[in-house]
């Protein structure tokens, strides 16, 4: 397991205060604010571990407030709000400085069998068939040096051209990466749910960029998550390859809209996420 791995998990063990009140740290490391990601995943740890473990999460709706505050613990707080004979409901609000920051509302199911089908996944390359990151950014290199030296909880491998790559050529607003968390995963579902949530605000909204010839390391956009929604239709593995497929349909506003599907190398879907972020010129 790669140490930039080991610290995401690390971080979404949190740690329980009072019932239901839990408390998260933020990776010591140069941000402006936290990373949206991470706050989602921490949330739905802290809403998981009120649940019955034998319910999965089926879908969770979530804000982003105000920034996060890197160098403070995080409050997590939860609301129980229902517990029936299959679904649970909870309410999980993180707070610093005695202010909200995020708000995620979550659904969890116990499973059971129904009528399944789904569109099918794109035809792509295998994950093999395609350069690792540093590959495929090698020749902008000198631009993204800082980010690259980055240490990444997943292995990022692009599909399409990645998006510096794309300011000259098509700009159709659509990107498929594959992912993988760097190391295995203890057997825990919610806990492999955390990390396709926390894997899940990592490049969705870049995709609504695409379109405008623009990258977030032109500096001349400012960018930020607003809400987050996800529904989780089927068990998979984080760290097992699986393709995020994504897509911008609108953008207007200052803000922008984006798709994504989630499949795992079977071709099943595991889950959709829709996001809207605020995208702005820098003045």
Known sequence: MSEALEAVLDLLDLEPIEVNIFRGQSPKEDRQRVFGGQVAAQALVAAGRTVERDRRVHSLH?????????????????????DGGSFSTRRAIAIQHGRAIFALSASFQVPEEGLEHQLSMPEVPDPSAVGTLEQQLEPWSSQVREWLDRPRPFDIRFVTLPPLARAEGSREPVQRIWLRADGNVPDDPLLHACLFAYASDMTLLDTALIPHGLTWFDGTIFGASLDHAMWFHREGRADQWFLYDTVSPTSQQGRGLAEGAMYDQAGRRLLTVIQEGLIRRVR
């Open 62 to 82: 979530a804000y982003f407030i105000r920034p996060g505050d890197p160098n403070t613990p995080i409050l997590y707080e939860v609301e129980r709000i229902r």
